[in-house]
Each structure stands twice: as structure tokens, then as C-alpha cells.
């Protein structure tokens, strides 16, 4: 504070007022300089120390966007995380770790706006939140059956009466129908010959219209007396999913067009060249029965068949005692499209296929781990492969790390003997805490670890089960 103070004889000392602040001295403060020389003269001045009261950096924050989704065909929408995150970060860690949102899967009971509060957990643990607004919205309109086309034939003096076909062509929305209206009203009578259009129109609760028009063509009959008739209804065109039989089919049409109209026309239907397990658009030909020579047809698009979903092993895991020759597990692959496929497998020295049955044809005692490569192809020729790693048994509540050194990640198998609380916990070598991770396992599992932010060096894993402890080394590379 002192800017140059002297005397001729030279300064013995030098004071100040004040020379402690805190945050109650925020602003200007007047501070006196006493300055004193060797013999015993003083003189004063003074000067201002102006506070300012700063605030600590929180140490997580917390940055989330708005969100809009939309309603799926079944009424579901999920929220992602990488979606929600908009540049969370600490400034006591060098990453985030975890982030958590209170509710990830919305349906049509979401509709509208709600606010959501979101979670940045840093790599120690730290903790920032904030609130965003998720819009759910439902952009589906209504689905109508299928039907297109209805012709009548009316005798002399006779009135047709307008049917209710909401009942044969009914209205599905993924959230639900609100309103489903037939234009004109059912019961409107008809009494000349002409082409007319009805009009079905559906509207859910968010507003979506679906509409569907149907010609009514009425022909006059000169020739013979009787009550007014549906004569015939053309058949829209359907697509089907890969292996759906003929049957299925004939079904969906009887769906479509109502079984009491089927079963008064009598339709017969041609099933030649349909193959439901081959791809493409096949022409279905049908007639009536008092009109067979009144041949028409329709179109059923077989799709293609999805991809199976994924191949497993019932067991990943290799006893101590495994000998060659013991099966280890069996193969099953998730198709909800085809439950029947043939299975083969990369050569590997230690492991065969016979058919779906995984075979251990190695000598001594398996390895901690193994890796094999395994191909699964249905019937209709599309092949998946999947890498499966196998894990030898290592008894209840015990632990393995591989690949271990390790260099941009491990694994960390935990194998227990019941239900258990678990914690992870990994710390460097001068003892500080690089990792912590907490959660409820009902079964033996494995846990990716991402190594990126680690420094080359040892680390200590540390696994509490309950109320046990287990231990192991990890080296990253």
C-alpha cells in the first residue's frame, strides 16, 4: 500500500488501520498509513481498498436442452441422454461420468409439456443438476380398415339401407381413437341406381384425421324380385409379413371386410404361386359364388424378412472340470421373425459346433477367457455374426479383469453367488479414487471399464459384495 514513503533520517515503522477484510467489507473501505521515523515523527495518508466478494465455481454444471418428441406407431417414444446433454462439464474432475435423467420412455399419457430434472455425476462423485422441458407430441393419424368399394343390386321397389361400416372397417390410433364418424349416417336409405361416397373419418385426441372413402355403387335388378343384397366387394391390396401363410392372409381380408360379408359372398380365392417365405408382390385371384365367371384379384406384398436380433449362449461359462468332449452350452439366436437356424463357427483350437451345441475340445484346464466368432443364418439366407466371450468358472463371489494390462478399456467379471449389492471402486497408485460405481446385480456379470482418461501406471480394483471385499491389480498401458 505504502507508494514511496521516506524522511531524512529514515522510516522506523509503518501501519495501517486495517489490514484484514472479509466479505463485510464488501466495497470501498477508507485504510490509514501511519508512517513513523527514527525519531519519532509520524504523518498519515490514506487510501481506498475497494472488496469484492467472489463465488467459488460450482463444480459440476449442469447444461441441458429442451426436447420435442414424437409418438412412435405403437405410442412409445424413449429420450437419449446425448440428446438432453448440452456441454455438462467439471471443474473438479476431467469428465463426466454418469448422466441421469428421472424418466427416459414417454407414451400417449405424456402428451404435452413436463419439466425433468437432469444429472451431471463427475468422475469423483460431484453432483449438478438443472431442469429442461420435454414436449411429447403424437403426429399419427388413425388407421381405417380396409375397405374401398361395396355394390349393391336393388329390385324393383326396393331401398337400400346404409350399413354402419365402422363395424367391418374399424379405426386404431397408437394413442387411441377420440371421435370415428360415418358420412352419411348409417341407416341413410338408397333407393336409385348411382355411384355414392361414404366417408369414414376418425380423429384422435390430439387432433390427427384419418379418413377413408368408400364408393357405394347401386345397380338396379329388372329382372328378378327379391330384397336389396351386397353382390360383391373388391378386395384391397395387403402387405404381410415375411412367412405369413395363405391362410393368414385370407384372415386378414376376412378382418378387413367383415366375416358375414365373406361368409354371404362365399369368395373363393386362388393360392397359386404364393410363398410366404420369398420376397416380393403376388397377385391373388378371387371370385364370387353366384358369379364365378366375375374373376378379380388383389396384390399381397411379402416383406422382407428383419434381420435376427442377436445369437447367445446359454452358458458363457467354462467349469474347472470341463473335459473334451462336454458341451459347454447351445446357440440361441433372438429372431421373433424365424425360430429355426443353422449355426457354424471361425476355426478355433479349443472349441467345435455340432449343430447348436457349443463342444470344448481342448486339453487341461480351460482358459480364464475365450473368445469365439459364431454365424447364424434362417431360412430365408440372411446370416448375423456376434463375438461371445467365455469366462472360466472362478467360484462364488470372485472376481476377473481382463484383458489385463489393458489399454483403452477392460472388463470386470463379478461372479456371485446370490442377489447382491455390488461396488466398484478403482483407485491409482498414490491411492486417490479414479472410479466408483454402485448398483444392485441379481446374477453374475461383466462391467466395461473405459480406460481413456487413465494414466499409464497400476491401479487397485476394489469390489465390495454385500459385505465382502475382493481385491485384484490392473495395469493400463
Request: some cysteine; overall charge negative; proline content about 4%.
Amino acid at each position: 500500500m505504502d507508494n514511496g514513503s521516506s524522511d531524512n533520517c529514515g522510516i522506523a515503522s509503518r501501519t495501517l488501520s486495517q489490514t484484514l477484510f472479509t466479505d463485510a467489507d464488501e466495497g470501498e473501505n477508507t485504510v490509514t498509513l501511519t508512517v513513523t521515523d527514527n525519531a519519532g515523527n509520524q504523518n498519515s495518508a490514506t487510501a481506498i481498498v475497494t472488496v469484492v466478494v467472489t463465488t467459488a465455481p460450482e463444480c459440476v454444471v449442469a447444461r441441458a436442452r429442451d426436447i420435442v418428441l414424437v409418438l412412435d406407431r405403437n405410442g412409445n417414444a424413449s429420450l437419449r441422454l446425448n440428446d438432453v446433454d448440452d456441454g455438462s462439464f467439471s471443474n473438479c474432475s476431467n469428465r463426466i461420468r454418469t448422466r441421469e435423467v428421472e424418466k427416459t420412455d414417454f407414451n400417449c399419457a405424456d402428451l404435452g409439456e413436463q419439466l425433468l430434472t437432469f444429472r451431471a455425476i463427475d468422475a469423483n462423485g460431484n453432483v449438478g443438476e438443472t431442469q429442461f422441458k420435454v414436449t411429447v407430441l403424437d403426429e399419427t393419424a388413425p388407421s381405417i380398415g380396409n375397405i374401398s368399394r361395396v355394390n349393391v343390386t336393388l329390385n324393383p321397389g326396393q331401398t337400400y339401407s346404409l350399413p354402419d361400416f365402422r363395424l367391418t372397417a374399424p379405426a386404431t390410433d397408437n394413442c387411441g381413437v377420440a371421435e370415428y364418424i360415418q358420412i352419411p349416417a348409417p341407416g341413410t336409405v338408397y333407393s336409385a341406381a348411382g355411384t355414392y361416397s361414404i366417408v369414414l373419418r376418425a380423429t384422435d385426441q390430439s387432433g390427427n384425421v384419418g379418413e377413408r372413402e368408400v364408393t357405394l355403387t347401386i345397380r338396379s335388378n329388372t329382372n328378378r324380385p327379391g330384397r336389396g343384397r351386397i353382390e360383391a366387394v373388391e378386395l384391397n391390396d395387403l402387405t404381410v409379413p415375411w412367412n405369413t401363410s395363405f391362410d393368414g392372409v385370407i384372415q386378414l381380408q376376412r378382418k378387413q371386410v367383415g366375416k358375414k360379408v365373406m361368409e354371404e359372398l362365399e369368395i373363393g380365392f386362388e393360392q397359386e404361386g404364393y410363398d410366404p417365405m420369398k420376397p416380393g408382390t403376388y397377385t391373388v385371384r378371387y371370385h364370387f359364388a353366384e358369379a364365378r365367371t366375375q374373376e378379380m384379384a388383389f396384390k399381397v406384398k411379402v416383406e422382407e424378412k428383419p434381420l435376427a436380433l442377436d445369437i447367445r449362449l446359454s452358458s458363457p461359462f467354462l467349469p474347472k472340470d470341463l473335459e473334451a468332449g462336454m458341451p459347454v452350452g447351445s446357440l440361441i439366436t433372438v429372431d421373433p421373425s424365424d425360430k429355426f437356424h443353422t449355426y457354424r463357427m471361425d476355426e478355433h483350437s479349443a472349441f467345435r459346433l455340432e449343430g447348436s451345441s457349443l463342444i470344448w475340445s481342448g486339453e487341461g484346464a480351460p482358459p480364464a477367457t475365450a473368445q469365439i466368432m459364431v454365424h447364424s443364418t434362417d431360412r430365408a439366407g440372411q446370416t448375423i455374426s456376434r463375438e461371445i466371450q467365455l469366462y472360466r468358472e472362478t467360484g462364488p463371489n470372485s472376481l476377473l479383469i481382463y484383458p489385463n494390462p489393458a489399454y483403452k478399456e477392460t472388463n470386470i467379471l463379478v461372479n456371485l453367488a446370490q442377489e447382491s449389492d455390488v461396488e466398484i471402486r478403482i483407485f491409482d497408485a498414490a491411492g486417490r479414487l479414479v472410479f466408483t460405481e454402485e448398483s444392485f446385480q441379481k446374477e453374475s456379470f461383466v462391467r466395461n471399464i473405459d480406460l481413456d482418461q487413465l494414466s499409464y501406471g497400476l491401479y487397485n480394483v476394489v469390489v465390495k459384495v454385500n459385505n465382502q471385499y475382493l481385491q485384484g491389480r490392473l495395469v493400463k498401458q
